[in-house]
T-cell receptor, first 112, second 116 residues
């Protein structure tokens, strides 16, 4: 059910600065990881993905880093813009399965 | 490409009534669709996996008789919340995995359900 008073971790960033969002994933058997952006009242939007045979992948203004040793995933956003304000979720998937498990989410607030 | 729609985008109903939510893949065929529930300020929780032409697979703790899923075609899955109660108020989101499977899921815009 709904948890009253639950707060998402929030990252406040000055416009133009770089943002780093962290995620600890739970299953050592996961081999596919995705970052999603969710704006208020909308569904998740794919940002970038990475497979476990890689430790870094770059997209346009975004970079995902994977550290399998400590089960840690991060998303770096370069030159953060007001349009980047949203909640960001990491998600993991186990090989040979197709179920996504989502992390708790981080809210990014971009200050002009 | 790879657009998923949901209908309705929001619905308000009285306690005890049933509500049907549709999830459509508009420009691709999806053997598998997924239904998630998201409470305010929380993450997405997978409710069930819907496979075309077969029974849905429900996650632990999700009542299959309360959340009826039908995946009658490769582009449409429906979720019916039966005898809805206020605690069922939530944001319901579907996703669809294109054929052939590539692990990629495309998400719909979500349906906000409010049960009075």
């Amino acid at each position: 059910g709904e948890s009253v008073g639950l707060h998402l971790p929030t990252l406040s960033v000055q416009e133009g600065d770089n943002s780093i969002i962290n995620c600890a994933y739970s299953n050592s058997a996961s081999d596919y990881f995705i970052w999603y952006k969710q704006e208020s009242g909308k569904g998740p939007q794919f940002i970038i993905d990475i497979r476990s045979n890689m430790d870094k992948r770059q997209g346009q203004r975004v970079t995902v880093l994977l550290n399998k040793t400590v089960k840690h995933l991060s998303l770096q956003i370069a030159a953060t813009q007001p349009g980047d304000s949203a909640v960001y979720f990491c998600a993991e998937m186990v090989a040979a399965g197709n179920k996504l498990t989502f992390g708790g989410g981080t809210r990014v607030l971009v200050k002009p | 490409g790879a657009v998923v729609s949901q209908h309705p985008s929001w619905v308000i109903c009285k306690s005890g009534t049933s509500v049907k939510i549709e999830c459509r893949s508009l420009d691709f065929q999806a053997t598998t669709m997924f239904w998630y529930r998201q409470f305010p300020k929380q993450s997405l929780m997978l409710m069930a996996t819907s496979n075309e032409g077969s029974k849905a697979t429900y996650e632990q703790g999700v009542e299959k008789d309360k959340f009826l899923i039908n995946h009658a075609s490769l582009t449409l899955s429906t979720l019916t919340v039966t005898s809805a109660h206020p605690e069922d108020s939530s944001f319901y989101i579907c996703s669809a995995e294109p054929q052939p499977s590539t692990d990629t899921q495309y998400f719909g815009p979500g349906t906000r359900l409010t049960v009075l």
